[in-house]
């Protein structure tokens, strides 16, 4: 089964021409959470088409009608593994990584 979470990038960056807020990046909605941009998960839904119409109706509402193209739907598959390989974190050049907790 595949479900569509919905998400809202609020934008506070500074990666655009002369340090302004970048909202898209092509076609796609720009995020930078290190920048300052917020995402917000409003739901995970059982079909786009139930995302598109929260979409819709959260465009009306105060901070989102702020921003109304920067939603984003993604869609999973139900109970399907992400990032099964784990990750690795990459550092900015001149910053040593925390020394590694034991677990």
Not at 17 to 22: A, C, I, K, Q, S
């Amino acid at each position: 089964m595949i479900v569509s979470l919905l998400w809202h990038i609020g934008h506070r960056n500074e990666a655009g021409p002369d340090r302004t807020t970048l909202h898209a990046d092509g076609e796609d909605v720009f995020l930078d959470e290190e920048e300052g941009d917020d995402a917000k998960l409003l739901g995970v839904y059982s079909s786009r088409a139930k995302a598109e119409e929260r979409m819709r109706r959260a465009r009306l509402l105060p901070g989102f009608a702020d921003e109304p193209e920067c939603f984003v739907v993604d869609d999973h598959v139900l109970d399907e593994d992400e990032w099964p390989d784990g990750f690795e974190t990459v550092l900015p050049a001149g910053v040593t990584p925390p020394p590694n907790r034991p677990r």
